[in-house]
């Protein structure tokens, strides 16, 4: 860094009397994790210094001078040679004077017709719209591995649950698929942020506009951004896509969160239908027999984080005037922390389901020891020609007696039944059966392992896998 470059750092500070204090310095500096949108501000810079030479306000010279030190920031960047000056106060600041320091008058005239409000408003949806692209595509992975595991499980048989008590015989692959769904929700979901996200600021300048006859269609195709942002005070200062994409991962967490619950219980010596691989799981320093499922755990811990991530962005936008204020600086920092999260998040749990190990028998066990096949038992009276309300009444004397009685359904002996609703005849053993309960569930959304297969089926002919 050059003694003028130090001593005339901020790129602003022309009407200033005195220095910015070192406190205010470091307090209003975000260079330390702004940096990360150097790759996008040198993407825009470029665009930026193709659209002023097409308009005349570069020569020819001037902008391949330009291209060429911003490909030497690049190079220095990724080899971690580039010096990030703090009372640079930021990315833009930063990448310019480096220009500037690099390639001499031409690199002063980039910042001709914009502002830093449009620059990082255009850096922000340049990031944000590649992580989009790599979450989009996790998220394809983690909808496989959930897709190859429910296939696997077709017909495994366990309880399923309402109000976390044994409700009907499902089966884990119709259990799997049901998250199948919410994650499907939540990749419809980004694919649509990321339309708003695909819209370009740059042009708008500090908020008004610039009177330079720029041409912002030619940096919209430059940069791949599918439309302009209309208003340019809007375009400055609102961070709305920020805010639905950190809505589209608090919902993805929480469902993350809630499939993390319960791997948690199946997890449990209490249930034990699933056991976590070795890899998967941490130990206690103090318990030699403990394997913990830290990693759905902490999931369900980090979603905690990431709703309060859209939290701090609702509350940072709600009391802000039109159009910029520095308030926005505080955009990133959740947004990284939230990319960041959900990206590990999502790998990992392709990873752990991937790898649950099913333990059948236990499965089965929970189904076994219950009354979960009492709402055949109504459905079948049903059958018999007795109203539902009626045979519903019947069902419950039914459990009563057997629990009282210590009995399961199907040891209830027939001429029992019998005193209780005489239709009842030898045929309704088979469906006090958890396998035909589940069979007899046999249309589009139902358990039948058949319309589960189906079901996987259709999602994996979406996925072309
Ligand atoms: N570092 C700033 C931010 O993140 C860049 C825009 C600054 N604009 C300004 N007028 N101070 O928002």
């Keep these: 860094m050059t003694d003028q470059l130090q001593k005339k750092t901020e790129g602003w500070s022309g009407r200033f009397s005195s220095p910015v204090s070192d406190k205010v310095q470091k307090y209003t500096a975000s260079i330390s994790f702004d940096k990360r949108l150097a790759k996008s501000d040198i993407q825009g810079s470029r665009a930026h210094a193709m659209m002023l030479r097409s308009i005349g306000v570069l020569s020819e010279k001037e902008l391949q ?25 930021d990315v833009h600041l930063n990448v310019e004077a480096r220009l500037t320091q690099i390639v001499g008058e031409p690199g002063k005239k980039l910042h001709t017709g914009r502002s830093r409000n449009d620059q990082v408003a255009t850096d922000l949806r340049l990031w944000l719209r590649d992580e989009i692209d790599c979450i989009n595509q996790l998220l394809t992975d983690l909808r496989i591995a959930i897709l190859n595991q429910a296939e696997k499980n077709s017909s495994t048989i366990m309880a399923g649950l309402t109000h976390l008590q044994t409700a009907q015989p499902i089966t884990f692959g119709h259990h799997l698929m049901a998250y199948h769904e919410m994650f499907l929700r939540d990749q419809e979901r980004l694919i649509d942020v990321r339309k708003r996200v695909n819209c370009l600021p740059l042009g708008s300048a500090a908020l008004a506009g610039t009177s330079f006859d720029i041409d912002r269609e030619y940096v919209r195709k430059q940069l791949g951004f599918e439309s302009i942002c209309e208003n340019s005070i809007d375009a400055v200062s609102d961070r709305d896509f920020i805010i639905e994409f950190l809505s589209f991962s608090s919902i993805f967490m929480t469902h993350i969160s809630r499939l993390s619950e319960e791997i948690i219980m199946w997890n449990s010596d209490t249930n034990s239908y699933v056991k976590l691989p070795d890899e998967l799981c941490t130990g206690s320093s103090i318990m030699p027999q403990k394997k913990n499922p830290d990693v759905p755990e902490l999931a369900r811990g980090k979603t905690g984080r990431i709703i309060g991530n859209l939290i701090s962005l609702l509350i940072l936008m709600k009391a802000q ?26 790998d990992i749990f392709s990873i752990l389901i991937d790898s649950l190990i099913v333990n059948h028998s236990n499965m089965r066990k929970s189904v076994d020891n219950s009354f979960c096949t009492a709402t055949d038992l109504a459905d079948y009276l049903v059958a018999k020609n007795i109203a539902f309300r009626e045979a519903h009444e019947a069902v419950s004397k039914i459990v009563s007696y057997a629990e009282k009685n210590n009995l399961l359904l199907k040891n209830i002996q027939l001429n029992k039944y019998k005193e209780f609703v005489p239709q009842i005849e030898n045929d309704v053993y088979e469906i006090l059966d958890p396998e035909g309960s589940i069979k007899a569930r046999n249309h589009i959304g139902g358990t039948n392992p058949e319309r589960v297969i189906e079901a996987i089926r259709r999602a994996r002919s979406m996925l072309n896998k």
């Design 65 to 89: 001078k330009i291209i060429e030190g911003l490909d030497t920031i690049s190079t220095e960047i990724q080899e971690g040679v580039f010096f990030w000056n703090v009372q640079l106060e």
């Design 321 to 346: 005037p039109l159009a910029y204020n520095k308030d926005n600086q505080e955009d990133k920092e959740p947004l990284f922390d939230t990319v960041d999260t959900i990206k590990e998040t999502i």
